[in-house]
């Protein structure tokens, strides 16, 4: 696995877009930009990428919970390939493993992890989509960050991010959850 860098950050919403306050939300995300081993190859096998994504889960996830400023509540993961790889790249670090160490990390993971990938150009962005934990069907829990890192992926890279949060959104008022029939 050949890192290039890490950025994280760390949100606290005090108020919601159109300036009503509400408790103090943090959202955090870690965005790893990675060198991708199949850039510009047609591979059948991405297994190797399975292991960045274990390891990766593994030592982010840890030190998003210890940025949150409460436990968390919400997660998600994303990742953003260069223009040399393939959609399935970015499939490969997120589904296989990334998930049962975020899950250990953050004390629960009931509900499946939102995701997203795709291939984009430098300096584009992702959306990394968030839900509660153990409720999928928490309406007031989804939501989403819109991430970039101004200088990734390059055409050979890949952006992993992983993102936790210890609330819902600012004020939600869309309902709990499915109307039963």
Same mark, same amino acid.
């Given at each position: *696995?050949?890192?290039?860098?890490?950025?994280?950050?760390?949100?606290?919403?005090?108020?919601?877009?159109?300036?009503?306050?509400?408790?103090?939300?943090?959202?955090?995300?870690?965005?790893?930009?990675?060198?991708?081993?199949?850039?510009?190859?047609?591979?059948?096998?991405?297994?190797?990428?399975?292991?960045?994504?274990?390891?990766?889960?593994?030592?982010?996830?840890? =030190?998003?919970?210890? *940025?949150?400023?409460?436990p968390p509540v919400?997660?998600?993961?994303?990742?953003?390939?260069?223009?040399?790889?393939? *959609?399935?790249?970015?499939?490969?670090?997120?589904?296989?493993?990334?998930?049962?160490?975020?899950?250990?990390?953050?004390?629960?993971?009931?509900?499946?992890?939102?995701?997203?990938?795709?291939?984009?150009?430098?300096?584009? /962005?992702?959306?990394?989509p968030l839900g509660?934990?153990? =409720?999928?069907?928490?309406?007031?829990?989804?939501?989403?960050? /819109?991430?970039?890192?101004?200088?990734?992926?390059?055409?050979?890279?890949?952006?992993?991010?992983?993102?936790?949060?210890?609330?819902?959104?600012?004020?939600?008022?869309?309902?709990?959850?499915?109307?039963?029939a």
């Open positions: *696995m050949d890192i290039r860098k890490t950025v994280f950050t760390k949100e606290i919403i005090l108020a919601d877009e159109m300036g009503k306050p509400c408790e103090p939300i943090t959202r955090v995300v870690a965005m790893v930009i990675v060198r991708n081993p199949f850039a510009g190859t047609d591979q059948d096998d991405l297994s190797q990428l399975f292991g960045v994504g274990a390891k990766l889960g593994h030592s982010l996830a840890k =030190e998003l919970v210890k *940025m949150l400023e409460g919400c997660y998600g993961k994303a990742a953003l390939v260069g223009s040399l790889g393939a *959609m399935e790249h970015g499939a490969a670090v997120l589904h296989p493993t990334l998930g049962k160490p975020v899950r250990q990390a953050v004390g629960g993971g009931k509900a499946l992890m939102p995701s997203n990938h795709k291939v984009g150009a430098l300096g584009g /962005s992702i959306d990394l509660h934990k153990d =409720e999928p069907w928490s309406f007031d829990h989804i939501d989403t960050m /819109s991430l970039w890192v101004p200088d990734a992926p390059r055409a050979d890279e890949i952006v992993l991010c992983i993102g936790l949060s210890n609330g819902t959104r600012a004020h939600p008022r869309v309902g709990k959850g499915p109307k039963q």
